[in-house]
């Protein structure tokens, strides 16, 4: 994909958007990964 930006306002609103999407993905991958970091806990019965 080839863009030519051709004022400043555009180039701010693509790589905005583009932060965006990477700020959400980050989101997710941080709330799957606690998941499956909590998730392996097994509670035990201790005497």
């Known amino acids: 994909m080839e ?3 051709y004022t400043l306002q555009e180039f ?3 790589t905005q958007s583009i932060v965006y ?3 959400v ?3 997710v991958a941080l709330a799957l ?3 499956f970091l909590t998730g392996r ?3 035990k ?3």
């Open 21 to 23: 999407l990477l700020a």
């Open 33 to 35: 990964f606690w998941r």
């Open 3 to 5: 863009s030519i930006f």
């Open 25 to 27: 993905g980050a989101l």
């Open 12 to 14: 701010i609103t693509y």
């Open 45 to 47: 019965r201790t005497f």
């Open 41 to 43: 806990d097994k509670k």
